[in-house]
Each structure stands twice: as structure tokens, then as C-alpha cells.
T-cell receptor, first 112, second 112 residues
Framework: GENVEQHPSTLSVQEGDSAVIKCTYS??????FPWYKQELGKRPQLIIDIRSNVGEKKDQRIAVTLNKTAKHFSLHITETQPEDSAVYFC???????????FGTGTRLTIIP | ETGVTQTPRHLVMGMTNKKSLKCEQH?????MYWYKQSAKKPLELMFV???????ENNSVPSRFSPECPNSSHLFLHLHTLQPEDSALYLC???????????FGPGTRLTVL
């Protein structure tokens, strides 16, 4: 089955700086890569996703890059703000697969 | 957020009890999911239902029994659970697995 690794497990960033979280996956046929944000005590919510036919996608301060050859994708948050503090999960859906496999999560803390 | 609702929000049960968790989605989605969230495994997929058919059973012990009577409702029947089953159980729905999943607020389960 799909194996998804996420790094780092914790990340502290000064407010205003950038944060980068990276995930690697094992199934080269995987073709959908979402990122979810879970604030303390709340449910996970999708913040951005990318499909295998594009290499990068941006939405304001958030961007995701995908390297299919190396089988890794990354979340980039620029100009970080205190409300960015949360746990971030990457996920992967394989081709012909109904299953979303999540990474182990990154706890991001923005230091004011 | 009322798209996906779960009841009860908190549940305490003994190892010999039988209880059920309920999930309801009002988004017209075709796929529904059960996840287990604990400190050891942050987001662990348990079951996937697509068009009311179970398409994924992620090696979950038989003491967890899902039921999907229609596309809007999903149940998780629990019996003879173990203390290590204590966790947050999240329900989610999506139009299909390669689209955004919307999560419910979760049921915090404690097994004594």
C-alpha cells in the first residue's frame, strides 16, 4: 500500500518568516495530493490541493509544489501569521484507489 | 459548520458495552469515511463507502462494524472495545475520493 512520510513533525517559525513542510510517497501512480490544516480542538480542513498534471499551485500565502519524479510534494506558507499555528497533514490518493493516505502531521507554531 | 454532523460528541463506555456512532452529511456527497485520530497515529483511515458500498476496509478489528444505509448516513457500531480504542473518531464525506473531504467534529471515545 501507499506509504506517506511527512517532515518535520514539529516546526517553529518567527512571525513573518516562511514555513516549508515536505512529504514523500511511495506509489508512483498517485495523482492527487491535498493538504489539510487542523487547528486545536477543530476538525481538519482542506487548505490546498494539487493534481499530478501540474507542478505548482498557489493560493495567496500558500503554495504547493509537486515533484513526481522524486515522489515528493511540499507545502509553503509565506509571511506566516499567528493564525497559521496548527497541525498540517499531507495526503495522497493513488490511481484507481478510493483511499486517502495521510502523513503523520506537522505541528507548526508561529512565534509572535 | 453543519455540512457533516456527528453524534454523540463524547462517549464513555465499558469494554462490554455496545454503542453506535452516527454521522450525517448534508452535502449531497457520494463517499463517506471513518477515521481514527489518536496521539500514536494522527489520521488513520478505517473504512470508505462509495455509493453506499464499502470499498475499503483498512484492516480494522471486527469489534468495529460500519453501516451505510444510504448516501447521507454512516454508522460505526462498537462492541467489546479495548482501552486502546480510546480516540477521536472522525467522519468525513466527499463527492469522490479525489475531491475535498469535509470532516465532522468527531466523537471523543473513552473506553474504560
Amino acid at each position: 500500500g501507499e506509504n506517506v512520510e511527512q517532515h518535520p513533525s514539529t516546526l517553529s517559525v518567527q512571525e513573518g518568516d516562511s514555513a516549508v513542510i515536505k512529504c514523500t510517497y511511495s506509489d508512483s501512480a498517485s495523482n492527487y495530493f491535498p493538504w489539510y490544516k487542523q487547528e486545536l480542538g477543530k476538525r481538519p480542513q482542506l487548505i490546498i490541493d494539487i493534481r499530478s498534471n501540474v507542478g505548482e499551485k498557489k493560493d495567496q500565502r500558500i503554495a504547493v509544489t509537486l515533484n513526481k519524479t522524486a515522489k515528493h510534494f511540499s507545502l509553503h506558507i509565506t509571511e506566516t501569521q499567528p493564525e497559521d499555528s496548527a497541525v498540517y497533514f499531507c495526503a495522497v490518493v493513488g490511481f484507481g484507489n478510493e483511499k486517502l493516505t495521510f502523513g503523520t502531521g506537522t505541528r507548526l507554531t508561529i512565534i509572535p | 459548520e453543519t455540512g457533516v454532523t456527528q453524534t454523540p460528541r463524547h462517549l464513555v463506555m465499558g469494554m462490554t458495552n455496545k454503542k453506535s456512532l452516527k454521522c450525517e452529511q448534508h452535502l449531497g456527497h457520494n463517499a463517506m469515511y471513518w477515521y481514527k485520530q489518536s496521539a500514536k497515529k494522527p489520521l488513520e483511515l478505517m473504512f470508505v463507502y462509495s455509493l453506499e458500498e464499502r470499498v475499503e476496509n483498512n484492516s480494522v478489528p471486527s469489534r468495529f462494524s460500519p453501516e451505510c444505509p444510504n448516501s447521507s448516513h454512516l454508522f460505526l457500531h462498537l462492541h467489546t472495545l479495548q482501552p486502546e480504542d480510546s480516540a477521536l473518531y472522525l467522519c468525513a464525506s466527499s463527492q469522490e475520493p479525489r475531491n475535498e473531504q469535509f470532516f465532522g467534529p468527531g466523537t471523543r471515545l473513552t473506553v474504560l
